[in-house]
């Protein structure tokens, strides 16, 4: 049981160019999540997704596309990058609870992104 | 939105000394999760805990829903320990906000 994984681990990128963040979880999560986090900021939430096939805004979606075609992968793209889209971004799946709501969230080991 | 604070901001203690963290949410929540990200940036899930009292080790916590606050113990620390602590909760309303709203964190030091 592997849990959450992402690749890259790391990756530098010149202003403009693209590149998609794999997200894999094995654990059958309906839920998943990306984030970034930078100095000061904490975590703040970029996109999600509640199943196959969906996907939603969080608080700071520009400049990022997801798709989420296959119920155990979660796609992050910057389509064109910039030096602010420089940080470390995280991805995370939850469990079901039994009341049907969100349960305990389990983060991957992140990505650190410097676009230069 | 819920506001989460969390205290002390940050925290120095020496190894095998006893430390108690806190997180107070502005509204009732269904969902209560503490975190712990170490040094090396991973992030870790601690407790499930939106109401009760649970322990895992050297690690308790307790959340009191009526009075919106949890608090994490963390007894005879180690260095280990060392890195941020995040309390983060949810609340479902009838369309549900599917997601968590995190504090700020509480930095630890454990020094040998």
């Known amino acids: 049981n592997a849990g959450v994984t992402q690749t890259p681990k790391f990756r530098v990128l010149k202003t403009g160019q693209s590149m998609t963040l794999l997200c894999a979880q094995d654990m059958n999560h309906e839920y998943m999540y990306w984030y970034r986090q930078d100095p000061g900021m904490g975590l703040r939430l970029i996109h999600y997704s509640v199943g196959e096939g969906t996907t939603a805004k969080g608080e700071v979606p520009d400049g990022y596309n997801v798709s989420r075609l296959k119920k155990q992968n979660f796609l992050l793209g910057l389509e064109s990058a910039a030096p602010s889209q420089t940080s470390v971004y995280f991805c995370?799946?939850?469990?079901?609870?039994?009341?049907?709501?969100?349960?305990?969230?389990?983060f991957g080991p992140g990505t650190r992104l410097t676009v230069t | 939105g819920i506001q989460v604070e969390q205290s002390p901001p940050d925290l120095i203690l020496q190894e095998g000394a006893n430390s108690t963290l806190r997180c107070n949410f502005s509204d009732s929540v269904n969902n209560l999760q503490w975190f712990h990200q170490n040094p090396w940036g991973q992030l870790i899930n601690l407790f499930y805990?939106?109401?009760g009292t649970k322990q895992n080790g050297r690690l308790s916590a307790t959340t009191v829903a009526t009075e919106r606050y949890s608090l994490l113990y963390i007894s005879s620390s180690q260095t280990t320990d060392s890195g941020v602590y995040f309390c983060a909760v949810e609340r479902w309303y009838g369309g549900a906000t599917n997601k968590l709203i995190f504090g700020t964190g509480t930095l630890l030091a454990v020094q040998p």
């Open positions: 805990i939106p109401s």
């Open positions: 995370a799946s939850t469990t079901t609870s039994p009341s049907g709501g969100r349960g305990e969230q389990y």
